[in-house]
């Protein structure tokens, strides 16, 4: 079926270290896709998002990287500091879509 | 500027009750979407209103209904709970449909629990 997936369920990083984690997604026909994050007891927080027609995008802190050849989504946190302990997720929507497909998630933690 | 609220934060059913999430949409959204969260999952989508109707809706049973009141603000009814139904409960809104790109914003949730 179709799905968005994540490489790595877990990834810590020490302090002021880059961050680095990865999406798979199946539908060639998404066109659009969000990056959030969840802290504990919190609803998922939007930090970027990119297009179809875009291979990257930056924030702040923050860079979103799309590989369409390979259905791959990538969130680049920068200089990573203990608020950026979160859960992850990638999310696409598909052409004309009406909701989000979201991956399961990836655990980030920061040590100091 | 308000963002997304939902009430109750907490609930605790037993099986077979039924059970009344409510939302309200950040300021200037009119489109209010359902997801449930389960424990260490991502995010999965219940069904979207605008406009007062359901406009899509994904793999749930019919024990799973909603609402969309004149001022945007919506709920969700979950009926006959099973334990299965244990979950963060999160409303997301959005500003009207355009080419397909619709920013979500999300309520911290209703974590219910069902015994």
């Known amino acids: 079926g179709e799905s968005v997936g994540l490489h790595l369920p877990t990834l810590s990083v020490q302090e002021g270290d880059n961050s680095i984690i990865n999406c798979a997604y199946s539908?060639?026909?998404?066109?659009?896709f969000i990056w959030y994050k969840q802290e504990s007891g919190k609803g998922p927080q939007f930090i970027i998002d990119i297009r179809s027609n875009m291979d990257k995008r930056q924030g702040q802190r923050v860079t979103v990287l799309l590989n369409k050849t390979v259905k791959h989504l990538s969130l680049q946190i920068a200089a990573t500091q203990p608020g950026d302990s979160a859960v992850y997720f990638c999310a696409e929507n598909r052409p004309a879509g009406q909701n989000f497909v979201f991956g399961p998630g990836t655990r980030l933690s920061v040590l100091p | 500027d308000a963002g997304v609220t939902q009430s109750p934060t907490h609930l605790i059913k037993t099986r077979g009750q039924q059970v009344t999430l409510r939302c309200s949409p950040k300021?200037?959204?009119?489109?209010v979407s359902w997801y449930q969260q389960a424990l260490g999952q991502g995010p999965q989508f219940i069904f979207q209103?605008?406009?007062?109707?359901?406009?899509q809706r994904g793999n749930f049973p019919d024990r799973f209904s909603g609402h969309q009141f004149p001022n945007y603000s919506s709920e969700l009814n979950v009926n006959a709970l099973l334990l299965g139904d244990s979950a963060l409960y999160l409303c997301?809104?959005?500003?009207?449909?355009?080419?397909?790109?619709?920013?979500?914003?999300f309520g911290s949730g209703t974590q219910l629990s069902v015994l």
């Open positions: 300021s200037g959204h009119d489109t």
């Open positions: 997301a809104s959005s500003t009207p449909h355009r080419g397909g790109n619709e920013k979500l914003f």
């Open positions: 539908n060639s026909a998404s066109d659009y």
């Open positions: 209103y605008y406009e007062e109707e359901e406009r």
